[in-house]
């Protein structure tokens, strides 16, 4: 068995001066940095998916407002009013019945 009472009784730890004065500020200095830098990264996030609502706002307004122009203008082409299309019929149905007519009473 170990003799205790033999044992050099030297203290083999170094403790800097003031260390136990200065360990809860030193604590305190992490803590706030790492707040500091939870909310640099919830910033950083929220900075991030309001940049990519706007993009995509703007894109998908972009593309509908051009989708509608596009459709515009193709109705544009197309589009005839009832009023228009009367006179083309019309207009075509007596060409074709003069046309007939005048044939019609030719002597030969």
Known sequence: ???????????????????????????????????????????????????LAIAATVFFTYNTNNDSQIIAEQTKEIAVSDEELLESLATEYYSEELAMMDFYSLDY
């Not at 033999?6 to 003031?18: A, L």
Request: overall charge positive; proline content about 4%.
């Open 1 to 51: 068995m170990i003799d205790l009472e033999n044992i050099n009784k030297t203290e083999s730890y170094n403790i800097p001066e003031r260390y136990f004065e200065e360990f809860p500020g030193r604590v305190i200095q992490r803590i706030e940095k790492d707040k500091i830098k939870r909310k640099t990264w919830i910033l950083s996030g929220i900075a991030a998916v309001a940049t």
